[in-house]
């Protein structure tokens, strides 16, 4: 599509505000309501957060990319890193009344995406978040 954004950047925790930025104006110009697009913000902030932390163990020297596309019914963002593998489906959140810092970044994406996956292919993680344009009224994610 046109309106798809890829861009590579480095991993450096620097990058975070430039990566939110490009989020939020790609969700907002898919047509995504303020809360919405604060709320897939979020997510992705979490995701790349994770990349840079445990994928790259804090290694400010690498490079992850991530694309927005989208089309009439559904926003996707993918983040693409070379990192450390990990497995999404072995994340189980904490309980809610666990008071330690840090750990709850799964939790919200699952919370605030409508469809998370991840795959790892030649070397590489990918993590899929997917955000619905038209969810219904009753629904839940």
């Not at 939020?24 to 992705?44: K, P, Y």
């Not at 809610?96 to 070397?123: A, H, K, N, Q, W």
């Amino acid at each position: 599509m046109a309106d798809d954004v890829e861009i590579t950047i480095a991993s450096h925790p620097r990058w975070l505000r430039l990566v939110r930025q490009v989020v939020e104006e790609c969700a907002r110009t898919a047509g995504f309501a303020a809360q919405d697009v604060h709320n897939i913000t979020v997510a992705v902030g979490e995701a790349v957060g994770n990349v840079m932390k445990h994928s790259y163990k804090g290694a400010v020297d690498r490079s992850f990319t991530l694309v927005c596309r989208s089309d009439p019914d559904t926003f996707e963002v993918q983040i693409r890193d070379e990192g450390e593998p990990f497995d999404l489906a072995r994340m189980k959140p904490r309980p809610p009344d666990e008071l330690r810092v840090g750990g709850r970044g799964v939790f919200l994406m699952r919370t605030l995406m409508d469809e998370i996956d991840y795959s790892r292919s030649d070397g590489a993680n990918i993590i899929r978040m997917r955000k619905n344009l038209r969810t219904p009224v009753c629904g839940t994610h």
